[in-house]
């Protein structure tokens, strides 16, 4: 099987896709894939260092971008229509995937126009541009919630939720403790600042320790900042002589979340859908400016099962935010409550279902 994973951008559209990818060589060990996307996304960083081969395309954003941004976007789609077109020639797939964002668009498309199956997978409950005008042309489309369907044609609409990386349910607790220096018998507090990092969230952390010194002794943190924040960040914890492993990024998240007890993060699609295979406690803190406001919808709905605590960005600062933790951490029946609610909104297969859509779509084919 020959497979093009397009779009990218964010870790919310890239992880999946990633996810996507680790199913297909699980069950076709000979297949072949490539990512395209961008110079500027996520994947540029990311897939070289996992072994998967990446091909550039030119395109750039348009939504929310000014009238001239826009202009150079109509522009770039043009070439990267071409740029797709040779690229599905080289390599002549025998089905596309496009994982959202702007990347997705002109290869998806390009794919259609030389009768490719194709399916978009959709992780929010309001779809993007890119995907809405692709829902309308694609074979099939993969959605995660339920209410994501009227966006799209309901004959060609799966509910399947969002791809998750298979070592997320495999995690090395030993290896965890090495890599983050962990001490047994402490509680882990893991904080994700999305793969970009978060300022609001790294400043909220930062000015709660003063607040968190009575429990400074029973906790530990690994803390994804971003590079902008790295070095006043992690000169925070070491002010206080709090037990903390700071990274820029953390390549190894699998890890990470083994031996997290307790989850401080953004609220994006693919972190939820990670969070809740796994059955993590969890304090979210929805990004503001997502499109359509899906990470405040994302948040909302684990809240309303039990599965999350949830601050609004507005209202984060290091008070509220350490008075959440200690709500969590202090009564440790709340935190069990927490994990078993995100592990029954999980949906740990959905690799799985979107590989036998796709299998149906090329037995059509045939």
């Known amino acids: 099987m020959r497979v093009i994973i397009a779009g990218g951008g964010t870790g919310g559209h890239l992880f999946p896709g990633i996810a996507l990818a680790e199913s297909l060589m699980g069950k076709y060990p000979e297949a072949q894939i490539i990512f395209v996307g961008t110079p500027k996304g996520l994947e540029a960083k990311v897939i070289p260092k996992i072994g998967y081969e990446l091909s550039f395309i030119s395109i750039q954003g348009f939504v929310g971008k000014s009238f001239s941004e826009k202009a150079k976007s109509l522009k770039s789609l043009l070439k990267s229509m071409f740029e797709s077109k040779n690229i599905i020639n080289s390599f002549a797939p025998d089905i596309v995937f496009g994982v959202g964002g702007y990347a997705s668009f002109p290869v998806v498309l390009a794919a259609f126009l030389k009768k490719i199956p194709t399916i978009i997978l959709e992780q929010n409950t309001v779809p993007g541009l890119a995907n809405k005008l692709l829902g309308k042309i694609a074979s099939a489309v993969a959605i995660t919630y339920p209410e994501t369907i009227e966006y799209f044609p309901r004959e060609k609409t799966y509910l ?102 307790l989850v401080i993060s953004r609220a994006g699609a693919s972190t939820v859908a990670e969070l809740t295979a796994i059955g993590k406690a969890s304090i979210l803190i929805p990004y503001p400016y997502a499109a359509y406001n899906h990470q405040e919808m994302n948040a909302r709905r684990l809240l309303s099962r039990g599965a999350c605590e949830l601050i609004l960005d507005r209202e984060l600062n290091g008070e509220v935010l350490v008075k959440k933790i200690n709500k969590i951490l202090n009564k440790p029946e709340i935190m069990k409550e927490m994990e078993m609610a995100s592990l029954a909104f999980g949906k740990p297969y959905a690799g799985e279902k979107i590989i036998e859509i796709a299998e149906s779509l090329l037995r059509r084919k045939r």
């Open 160 to 261: 399947t939720g969002t791809p998750i990386r298979r070592k997320i349910l495999e995690g090395n607790k030993e290896k965890a403790k090495k890599l983050f220096d962990i001490e047994e018998g402490r509680i882990t507090i893991l904080i994700l600042g999305g793969s970009l990092g978060a300022r609001k969230i790294n400043k909220a952390m930062t000015e709660g320790l003063s607040y968190l010194l009575p429990l400074k002794n029973r906790i530990q943190i690994i803390h994804q900042t971003g590079e902008a924040d790295y070095n006043w960040v992690s000169n925070e914890y070491k002010n206080l002589s709090f037990r903390a492993t700071v990274l820029p990024f953390i390549y190894d998240m699998v890890e990470a979340y083994s031996v997290a007890d």
